[in-house]
T-cell receptor
């Protein structure tokens, strides 16, 4: 079974620039999550999708972050404009739905200079 | 929202000894408690999870216990090996109806197993 795919794996940008991350979940997984993991901390949920609908985006900084999952499969997370404190690993995870294990992708490591 | 506290932040044990990591949570509605292992530069990998209808679960050298009354759960690793060295995260989540779990993670425990 193929795992969760993410790209790019690394990204370096300057502050105030824009950046986008892509995630392809495990086939058949209805639920998709984006987490932000700052160095030395646990992942923090940014947004949760069920198919192409948003379930929870309460911790997403909506003034600069946006995410979409238009066809209920792949998802993109965008930051515009980026700040220094956005430097982190952005993890995508997917699950089959209620009470099912979440599987994480390899993450995108973002450095904002 | 849910708040998960994890202790200790670092743990060093000798090979063959046991390691215990403890977590507490704040939301009594939480009913799913997974543990993830994350090696340096790698993705978090689920090692064991427990749901609120059981008090203990074991998988070979790894066990998790849950005390819902006290709102704490613990990870136990027996006969530790150097390859157990990693950062371990606990998490807790109340369910969103039928749409899966949004995990609230602890800050992690860096476990070092020395030969």
């Amino acid at each position: 079974e193929a795992g969760v795919a993410q790209s790019p794996r690394y990204k370096i940008i300057e502050k105030r620039q824009s950046v986008a991350f892509w995630c392809n979940p495990i086939s058949g997984h209805a639920t998709l999550y984006w987490y932000q993991q700052i160095l030395g901390q646990g992942p923090k949920l940014l947004i949760q999708f069920q198919n192409n609908g948003v379930v929870d985006d309460s911790q997403l900084p909506k003034d600069r972050f946006s995410a979409e999952r238009l066809k209920g499969v792949d998802s993109t997370l965008k930051i515009q404009p980026a700040k220094l404190e956005d430097s982190a690993v952005y993890l995508c995870a997917s699950g089959q739905g209620a009470q099912e294990t979440q599987y994480f992708g390899p993450g995108t490591r973002l450095l904002v200079l | 929202g849910e708040n998960v506290e994890q202790h200790p932040s670092t743990l060093s044990v000798q090979e063959g000894d046991s390691a215990v990591i403890k977590c507490t949570y704040s939301d009594s509605a939480s009913n799913y408690f997974p543990w993830y292992k994350q090696e340096l530069g790698k993705r978090p990998q689920l090692i064991i999870d427990i749901r609120s209808n059981v008090g203990e679960k074991k998988d070979q050298r790894i066990a998790v216990t849950l005390n819902k009354t006290a709102k704490h759960f613990s990870l136990h690793i027996t006969e530790t090996q150097p390859e157990d060295s990693a950062v371990y995260f606990c998490a807790a989540s109340p369910p969103h109806s039928n749409s899966g779990y949004a995990l609230n993670f602890g800050k992690g425990t860096s476990l070092l197993v020395t030969p």
